[in-house]
């Protein structure tokens, strides 16, 4: 019951909780030993991996500097990276910002962000990152789930591809979701929590992909994932207090709930898994064999992880923490994006006209498909995209990306003669350079089309330079000279999952997010189904969203007054 208890105190921060909670246990002196250790663990750990002659924004001449700067890191790591990449980004400098989760980390200037990600993993590994950052060791139920990412080329390779096959699947349980939790009532308004409810549907369209039709309704499966999701969050961050000798006696205590929200979450996938790998192997050994191969993420992880040579891999409590460790990232991700865009619709200034105008351009694309979405038919919203772009950019992530942990034993050594140690941490300030005027025009206004805009005023004068043009004429209807043609490309490559070095929500390079085309069809999907099929009362503003760290969150408790549209023209995929 700890977990659910002090993730009601969610203003607190991990080790305020634990320290409440071990003092109400009379443990009186287990606090006084974690800050000691903590507070050792930090000034040593700073001293190894700090790279030398940076400025490190947030430092002050003090006692413990370093120590102190981490904690303030707490709450004032946003405003502290813009700081940071003002003084120093925006002139080509170098600067060091205190991470409270992961102590302090090189920011580098938006120039050298190709020098990062063209850096192989053996120097600059993001997957020792995210290990340590996530503690997987201790809080994932196997520590080989990211110590060997297989279920990331699951991902690149098998759900990306099937991702065309899979769009009515998407949009049948995004209908059904809808139905259900936002109502049918054409005549009286429901007023929706957003955040919880799309918890819910974005949950439920999430694992009818990963693991089918069956699971993905039922709901103690989807409480059971959603409670382990919190406890891995709970004890990686409190976990990230302990120096390295305690943390294989404290983490079995701090991941007691982790292993118990597991269990119950196993007790409906594993005979699923079970199941499925007696099947693959009867028909591997049978292909006549009446078992239809199911077309879902865990049958494909199913015969990655059969594949692979080391029989640990092959368990089913293995291949479970692999669809579960994809559960965990794929629902928030996409939660946080979806509850976003949502509130910047509808918080938007009516006049603009986003809502109707995506709304128009859904019914007609829908209808030019013949009622059924189809991936090629979400290509075509390219207004609807800009809007999820815009709201990725303006709103997304946090701020900093493209992590990286200094791997080599000698550390790595930056053009322009920079040295960082083993074990330093790098990374680029994103929410600065997504919001920089030089990048972006009025950066800090949410314009809904600021990414289609350009194409559809290119399309725009080709179509009226035609027009114009006789029949003979070398410029026709069928023919694009080659800068027409290769601007026409550059503006069909602004897709919300093309990232670039100042578009950086699902990072960029080889590491970028591989779920990041299924996310987006997913994003799509929902705002079309919204705008379509349901009356929204505008709000006066958007609510504003919460810093936290250097996360930023949508508004969670915020609501929305609906209502369902009367002769809506919503047609579920088949």
């Keep these: 019951m700890v977990p659910e208890i002090l993730f009601g105190f969610a203003g607190l921060t991990p080790l305020v909780l634990l320290t409440i909670y071990l003092a109400c246990s009379r443990l009186y002196f287990v606090p006084l030993i974690l800050y000691t250790a903590w ?48 003084r120093y980004s925006k002139n080509g400098k170098f600067f060091i910002i205190s991470n409270f989760m992961s102590g302090p980390e090189v920011m580098v200037p938006p120039e050298e962000i190709p020098t990062i990600l063209s850096q192989p993993e053996n120097i600059l590994s993001a997957i020792e990152y995210h290990r340590e950052l996530m503690q997987s060791d ?54 929706v ?39 891995i969050i709970f004890g990686a961050m409190t976990i990230r207090f302990f120096p390295s000798f305690l943390k294989p006696l404290l983490a079995r205590i701090v991941t007691l709930p982790n292993r118990y929200h597991f269990r119950k979450w196993g007790k409906h996938i594993l005979p699923l898994v079970k199941q499925r790998i ?25 015969r990655q992880s059969l594949l692979q040579p080391d029989p ?24 946080m994006a979806a509850t976003s865009i949502i509130f910047d619709l509808y918080g938007s200034p009516p006049e603009k006209g986003y809502v109707e105008t995506i709304r128009e351009e859904a019914v007609r694309v829908l209808g030019e498909h013949d009622g059924v979405w189809t991936r090629t038919g979400l290509s075509r919203l390219i207004k609807l995209e800009s809007a999820i772009k815009e709201s990725l950019r303006s709103r997304g992530g946090g701020s900093r990306i493209i992590t990286r942990k200094v791997v080599a034993p000698e550390g790595f050594t930056f053009g322009d003669g920079l040295h960082v140690p083993y074990g330093s941490r790098v990374g680029a300030p994103s929410w600065p350079i997504h919001h920089d005027v030089d990048y972006y025009e009025a950066p800090m206004e949410y314009d809904a089309f600021r990414f289609s805009r350009p194409r559809e005023e290119f399309e725009a004068k080709r179509r009226a330079e035609m027009k ?36 950086l929500p699902f990072g960029h390079g080889r590491h970028a997010c591989a779920g990041r085309f299924f996310a987006a069809s997913q994003l799509k999907l929902i705002t079309a189904y919204i705008t379509m099929n349901y009356e929204v009362e505008q709000l006066p503003e958007r609510p504003p969203d919460t810093w936290f760290v250097d996360s930023v969150l949508p508004p969670m408790k915020s609501s929305l007054k609906v209502r369902r549209r009367k002769g809506t023209t919503w047609v579920a995929a088949k």
């Design 193 to 231: 929590v957003v955040h919880p409810l799309m918890m819910k549907i974005v949950a439920r369209v999430s694992n009818r992909i990963l693991v089918g039709s069956t699971l993905c309704r039922n709901q103690q499966f989807l409480d059971s994932a959603a409670k382990h999701s919190q406890t």
């Design 312 to 335: 640990i891999e092959h368990r089913e409590d293995v291949i479970a923490s692999r669809i579960e460790s994809v559960n965990f990232a794929a629902i928030h991700t996409t939660l």
């Design 39 to 86: 507070f050792a663990s930090t000034e040593l750990s700073a001293r190894r991996t700090t790279a030398k002659g940076i400025p490190w924004v947030g430092k002050r001449l003090e006692l413990f500097s370093k120590t102190r700067a981490n904690w303030r890191g707490l709450t004032r790591a946003h405003e502290l990276i813009v700081e940071g990449y003002y």
């Design 468 to 503: 114009n043009q006789p029949d003979n004429h070398e410029l026709t209807k069928n023919s694009v000279n080659g800068a027409d043609s290769a601007e026409l490309i550059r503006y069909k490559n602004q897709s919300v999952v093309t990232t670039k070095d100042t578009y």
């Design 138 to 191: 201790y809080t994932f139920s196997h520590p080989l789930i990211l110590r060997n990412p297989i279920h990331v080329e699951t991902i690149r390779k098998s759900l990306t591809k099937n991702l065309g096959a899979l769009v009515a699947d998407i949009a049948e349980e995004i209908k059904d979701g809808f139905d259900e939790f936002w109502g049918l009532d054409t005549e009286n308004w429901k007023e």
């Design 278 to 302: 007696a099947n693959t192997q009867r028909k591997d050994k049978d292909p006549k064999c009446d078992w239809e191969e199911p077309n879902d993420f865990l049958q494909w992880q199913i």
